[in-house]
């Protein structure tokens, strides 16, 4: 049997690639002949970088650059010829804060900018950013403002000549707009820290910023699908950058021709921490699910939480399976070593 894992992070536990390996030691050990693909994969959040240096090589760089609070700090991001990969939780990412620092009103994007200045000047004309796991909901002023900072001699985007040749990707599975009850601040803003009060200013804020950009560019990106994404960083791509927005799981599968692997598969492997309904609303193992299903090879679905079982079922996954038993404490779960035992016994098919 030819057996594809691809298995998302579970989130403060493993990465992919260690996921990955835990099934695949799991099903060698039952099944020695089998020919075990393993796939790193991120939808752009979580090991986004990591995930596309396994897919198509290259180097990661350091760059000093500013955090969500402004404070210095070495970021990561990787180069492959005169292509860039940016992680955005590397500079302006949630866990970069305690989580008493949390505070969407003042956290920025600026050095996520930065990024993108030492990516520009390194050469780079091809620019791919994952928009998960920010910290952030200032629409992209900062990372604008580090931008211009760099580039503008007369403090002005408009006198930014630089990006003329750059193209830019942002990779995101949400498509919220920018602004309103599904907007950025409304639904993604509490999570990282935002008492009401401070959602409604900061919609507010989203909002002017969005009809002063309309006004002096003369299209107003707003309500295109991920312009809510990253706090409005992914306007801010699609607004100043001309951006083309992707699924983060599309983009990564077809740069690693996901498709060609499928072609003579048995089965596929994917997971992520929990599972649920939610996982169908373009999260990443319903990706590999759809482009699995056009081949017509079987899925298997594991996590560390699973509910809505049947809805999972009934939407395509051939097995659906938690890897935890009844009962076991939260804190044991979430050590890796236990993790990967439970993968292992989970998938030794």
Not at 83 to 111: D, F, H, Q
Not at 230 to 246: E, I
Request: some cysteine; overall charge negative; glycine content about 10%.
């Amino acid at each position: 049997m030819k057996i594809i894992v691809a298995i998302d992070s579970f989130k403060g536990c493993l990465t992919s690639a260690e996921a990955n390996q835990a099934a695949a030691e799991g099903i060698l050990a039952k099944m020695p002949e089998a020919e075990v693909v393993q796939v790193p994969v991120s939808d752009g959040g979580e090991g986004f970088m990591e995930a596309f240096q396994a897919a198509m090589g290259g180097e990661i760089v350091d760059a000093n650059v500013k955090d969500p609070l402004m404070r210095t700090i070495v970021a990561q991001y990787l180069i492959q010829g005169d292509t860039a990969v940016i992680e955005i939780a590397k500079a302006s990412g949630l866990t970069l804060l305690k989580p008493e620092e949390r505070n969407p009103i003042v956290a920025t994007t600026y050095g996520t900018g930065q990024l993108v200045v030492d990516a520009v000047r390194r050469g780079c004309k091809h620019i791919i950013v994952g928009l998960g796991g920010s910290a952030t909901s200032d629409c992209g002023i900062g990372m604008l403002r580090a931008i211009i900072d760099a580039f503008a001699k007369h403090g002005s985007w408009d006198d930014v000549r630089e990006l003329d040749n750059v193209c830019f990707t942002i990779a995101t599975d949400v498509t919220n707009p920018l602004c309103g009850e599904n907007g950025a601040a409304h639904v993604f803003a509490p999570q990282k820290g935002a008492a009401p009060e401070i959602v409604d200013a900061l919609d507010a804020r989203a909002k002017r910023f969005a009809e002063t950009s309309a006004k002096h560019m003369g299209r107003d990106c707003q309500n295109k699908p991920g312009a809510g994404a990253a706090g409005g960083l992914g306007y801010a791509f699609l607004q100043y950058m001309n951006a083309d927005c992707r699924s983060g799981i599309d983009l990564l599968l077809d740069t690693i021709h996901f498709d060609d692997l499928l072609q003579d598969a048995d089965l596929v492997i994917t997971g992520e921490g929990s599972a649920d309904r939610q996982t169908l609303m373009g999260k990443l193992p319903f990706g590999i699910l759809q482009r699995s299903q056009k081949h017509h090879v079987p899925v298997m679905l594991i996590a560390g939480r699973i509910a809505d079982e049947q809805q999972l079922l009934d939407a395509g996954f051939s097995r659906v399976a938690c890897i935890n038993p009844p009962g076991l404490p939260l804190d044991i779960v979430l050590q890796p070593a236990t993790a990967k035992e439970n993968i292992r016994k989970t998938v030794g098919i």
